[in-house]
């Protein structure tokens, strides 16, 4: 970077956000907030990384966390813009130079309610792929949008994909059952989500039922509940969540694996 973003306080410098793997094994790409890019890189021979070079956003959008879906015929990267509250989503190009190109065709706030709604005021956190790619969820963050027994709640928006062309349809927002969910992680049958939420007072994480035939999370009453009185000095606690399913080398063949940062 040779100047800060449009946000000056977290623009001023790189910020790598996440690391994604493509459905090939192939190719890395690193979202990062701070210079509005998608850094791409080659798995080399030796399974060292080679960098593509960055695939820019539009300025201020802060890519955080994407994911890949094989399509049909093609392959789509969805990726969050922290700082807009925005979905985008790309059709991959896998290029005769050995490159990763990027060609954009979704542009939208986390909730489908218009690019720009609560932009710089709600933080989309999370995103994750479910059922092969047929859904897409995401966790926004100080949106306040949703209500939970009766408390304000922030929101978990899921979409179904169409695998020919990539479009996105909204399945429902749903209340995370808290505030601030940073993470949260779908059960392998897609019958469970658990919800962190890291600034709910004290911390709570949530499991709530979801139909994986239609996506919808059923968000009346958590099936359990856990909470702490830990936090980090500036209030939060919970911020990550992983289910514990899989036996040690046991590696089902649709993941995709990704680190947030």
Do not use: C
């Amino acid at each position: 970077m040779d100047k800060p973003g449009p946000n000056a306080t977290l623009q001023d410098k790189p910020h790598p956000h996440g690391i994604v793997v493509d459905p090939t094994g192939k190719f890395v790409v690193v979202p990062d907030r701070g210079a509005d890019a998608l850094r791409t890189y080659s798995v080399g021979w030796d399974d060292r990384l080679v960098e593509l070079g960055p695939y820019f956003t539009a300025p201020g959008n802060g890519p955080r966390h994407g994911v890949f879906v094989k399509g049909t015929s093609r392959t789509f990267f969805y990726v969050l813009g922290e700082l807009t509250n925005s979905l985008h989503g790309f059709e991959v190009l896998y290029q005769d130079n050995g490159t990763l190109g990027f060609r954009q065709f979704y542009n939208d706030s986390a909730y489908k309610t218009g690019f720009g709604d609560l932009s710089g005021k709600a933080l989309p956190a999370e995103i994750a792929v479910a059922e092969g790619g047929r859904h897409l969820v995401l966790s926004t963050r100080d949106d306040g949008r949703s209500e939970y027994q009766g408390e304000r709640s922030d929101t978990v928006a899921t979409y179904s994909v169409d695998p020919e062309t990539g479009g996105l349809t909204l399945v429902g927002l749903t209340a995370s059952g808290g505030l601030w969910p940073r993470t949260f992680a779908i059960s392998r049958d897609g019958t469970l989500i658990a919800v962190a939420n890291g600034y709910s007072v004290p911390g709570n994480l949530l499991v709530f039922a979801r139909d994986p035939g239609t996506g919808v999370i059923h968000d009346e009453r958590a099936l359990a509940t856990w909470t702490t009185d830990l936090a980090l000095p500036d209030g939060q606690s919970i911020s990550h969540v992983a289910w514990d399913e899989e036996p040690v080398g046991s590696i089902p063949e649709d993941v995709t694996w990704s680190l947030a940062l």
